[in-house]
């Protein structure tokens, strides 16, 4: 089975990277309670979570994407970010069955 190392998300008139790893699953369940509560935070469109999300998958901080993030709108971000979280609960394939 291949893993998929990293999630593009779009960010202002570029993209951001989000890893994919043990550790990003960890962290990111942690703050949220669990990889399900973040899932039903980010399809709930919670800019919050959402800004939360993308920090800590990548190498920014919340203060230093939050504007950017606004701007670009959560619509853009939801489909991407979903692939991102499912990728974290199936270990980084996608070829996992549900």
């Known amino acids: 089975m291949t893993t998929i190392p990293s ?3 779009p960010y202002g008139d ?3 990277s989000l890893a994919v790893g043990a550790t ?4 990111i369940s942690g703050a949220f309670g669990g990889l399900v509560a973040a899932w039903q935070a980010v399809t709930g ?3 919050v979570a959402c800004t939360k999300i993308i920090a800590l998958g990548s190498d920014k901080s919340v203060a230093e994407i939050e504007t950017t993030v606004f701007e670009g709108g ?3 971000l939801t489909a ?3 692939r991102y979280l499912n990728l974290l609960a199936s270990g980084g394939r996608e070829d996992v069955a549900a």
Request: hydrophobic share 45%; aromatic share 6%; net charge negative.
């Open 45 to 47: 469109m919670d800019l």
């Open 14 to 16: 570029t993209t951001l």
């Open 74 to 76: 959560l619509y853009v």
């Open 80 to 82: 991407p970010l979903d």
């Open 24 to 27: 990003q699953s960890k962290i």
């Open 7 to 9: 999630v593009e998300v």
